[in-house]
């Protein structure tokens, strides 16, 4: 990783010399001021690799590559497997606590990754992006695009200019509209993400035991679905249970409780009036991972 300083001396363009002087404007003349060193931007050097690298990986022998450039050490490299399983759990937690009710009646929730381009509806205003993605597409993209992993340090995440509540958050004008967006969220997570770990685990034994046969290969995704519904249901607000034929996963909204006028991943009531219990996603089981 290189860290580069701030320059004190630049040109700038004159609609940045404006905004930087109406922000200096603000700042009161008898005002502290920073004077350490700063950080303008965060590099990540050649011993690092896009999570989404062993999603679209073409052979054994690239993800052997990858994991290589990562590190030499059997313990980093589960340690840091063992991070991007935790992150599961995160990404869930954090769907479900940052929800909230907004001013004009709706919902918003914090932005992490870019799923809302499956939000989109076709010029006839049908979800047809959103039913290729749950049936037809599997993209880790979404997320892993912006999941760096670096060798001797771990994983982070890069998109923060959208890891906020507002205004960047993604917006929903109903209950059924925030549990179509959730669902789709949870699919990345739970089997997107998941397949990316699986994949990784892969280029792991690869690297360390030299094969990794299609009987291995369903057993490391077996038991990484295991850690992971053992790592989410430690969460006060999440209920993750794998069955022989769905993926169910309950989730509860501390911010909100209650919604009025669930979707098809919801419940209502044959009044057509909802409840009040917590939306329950459903999404079908994952197939065995073969590389």
Known sequence: MKFAPTLERVAHA??????????????????????????????YAAG???????????????????CSR??????????????????????????????RRNGSGGYSWTKVGDISLTFRRDHAGRPTLARDYRNVYRRAWYLAKDE?????????????????????????????????????????????????CTRFFV???????????????????????????????QSPWLSLDVGRNAVELVVRYPEIGPCAGTGSSGHRS???TSDSRPPIF????????VA
């Open 70 to 99: 990562l590190s030499d050490n059997a313990d980093e490299l589960y340690r840091t497997l063992d991070s991007m399983l935790q992150d599961s759990r995160r990404y869930l937690d954090l769907l479900a606590a940052s929800t």
């Open 203 to 233: 280029a792991i034994e690869l690297k360390l035991e030299g094969r990794c046969d299609r009987r291995r290969r369903c057993e490391l995704q077996t038991l990484l679905m295991a850690r992971t519904v053992a790592s989410v249901n």
């Open 282 to 289: 459903r999404i079908g089981r994952f197939t065995p991972f």
């Open 270 to 272: 044959e009044s057509g």
């Open 148 to 196: 760096i992993i670096v060798g001797g340090v771990g994983k982070f995440f890069i998109d923060m200019e959208n890891f906020r509540s507002w205004p960047g958050a993604y917006q929903a004008a109903s209950a059924e509209e925030l549990w179509f967006e959730h669902e789709l969220f949870v699919l990345n997570v739970l089997r997107d993400h998941v397949r990316v």
């Open 14 to 43: 004159p609609s940045y010399a404006r905004s930087l002087a109406i922000v200096s404007a603000a700042v009161r003349a008898t005002g502290e001021l920073y004077a350490k060193q700063t950080v303008s931007e965060l590099r």
């Open 48 to 66: 690092s690799v896009r999570a989404v690298y062993f999603e679209t990986a073409s052979s054994d022998e690239r993800l052997r590559e990858l």
